[in-house]
């Protein structure tokens, strides 16, 4: 394969790059808004951790609490309210449309208003759903929780896992073994609840990393908030996970620019706020998101299924558009990585799996156990950039939003507090 003629996108000028989140196609990573995530100190593997030590639970020697450093208000009882897709950048910028939220979010940590506080956290990588649920669930960064991806090779099988839809002969607790941060909860007196769609309650993702919580199934959105606010009534310190994820439906489908996703994010900031005015004494709400989201223009899209260098010593192609994770055939691994890096010069960072996981793309280290899931090749898209595949991942590739790579429009995620 050395021999294979390895050529570059044709070329794109910064201005086009900066029409997407704002980095420059030359950019070093860590500069102009394309930057690793805050594993330890602001990512989303610390946010249950740290509303923990606010209920009187301390976090386990093999976890970073934060809760000194964002002075969360010791509480009795808690809700944590997740919205798919709702990333910080977003906030702002339809501050118009979600006035609750960008008032919550612009307060910052240097000054407690009326309302409550906000702060900005970094998903892990890749910025995906299955991958910061996890996070949260376990309280543990990508490469200690093994959900590395939208989706990845299960090793020795050849084949691929959507960890949204599972594998029903991959065990989901011996894919994801750690103790969740629902289970260390529960042990310590705490009552946990989960509430979320029905269709959720014994998919493999919820067995994998939110045991150890009450399922409490319930539709529409609204009743789900009701149901929240009822088991915050615990008599006992009470934790409440309350999942919505119509908004990162609606901006997949229709992008973040429609009018269609401005009117869901106004749906969220009503919900929010009448959770706020409602909560119990001695008792705060958390609300977070696990990624934020951003348009891919078709001009954009590079297509693995119709591009002879990107399918040459390709074996799988996994994760998704904006990350993935690139299983080569054995013995192909150096010419696969030499072949992307240049296909993909100034649109992506490249990496082998050994220099992703020593960068820290998946936190300070990656469980033995759980490296041969990494792709040989990892790829973080830049800019609006996207590598599709239009015959393998036929609904992925008609999406308009995306997400998964460690730009600022992504990886940028709320965590705004208000308090009973």
Known sequence: MSSLRRSRLPPSNSAQLDAGSGVDAGAADGEAGFDYPAYGSGALCDVLPAIGAALGVSASASMTTTADLWELHPVR????????????????????????????????????????????????????????????????????????GYK?????????????????????????????????????????????SPRFAESGLTRSVFRGARFCGAEPPDVRAERALQALEEP???????????????GHATGVGSQAWRDQLGYVDALVQWLAERLPQDSSLYVIADHGMLDVPVEHRIDADTDW????????????????????????????????????????????????????????????????RIGDVVVAMRGDWAVVASEREVVETRLIGMHGSMTAAERLVPLLEVRG
């Open 152 to 196: 990845l090779m299960v090793p020795g099988t050849g084949k691929l896992m959507n960890f949204l839809k599972w594998d029903q002969d991959v065990d989901p607790l011996q894919w994801q073994p750690q103790e969740t941060m629902f289970e260390r909860l529960r042990r310590a007196g705490v009552a946990v609840t989960h509430v979320s």
């Open 236 to 250: 006992d310190p009470a934790l409440v996970y309350l999942y919505y994820s119509d908004l990162d439906f609606v």
């Open 309 to 372: 260098e990107l399918r040459a010593g390709v074996a799988l192609l996994g994760g998704e558009a904006r990350a993935r994770h690139v299983y080569a055939h054995s013995g192909a691994e150096r010419d696969v990585l030499a072949i992307w890096s240049e296909r993909l010069d100034g649109v992506a960072a490249v990496r082998s799996r050994e220099d992703a996981i020593a960068e820290g793309w998946f936190g300070s280290g990656v469980d033995p156990s759980m490296r041969d």
């Open 77 to 148: 009882r808690a809700c944590l309210f997740l919205v798919d897709g709702m990333g910080s950048e977003l906030i702002l910028k339809n501050a118009d449309a979600a006035p609750y939220l960008a008032a919550l979010l612009q307060n910052g940590p240097q000054g407690i208003g009326p309302q409550g506080i906000g702060r900005t956290l970094t998903a892990g990588f890749p910025s995906t759903t299955s991958t910061s649920l996890s996070s949260i669930g376990t309280g543990l960064p990508p490469g200690a929780h093994g959900m590395l």
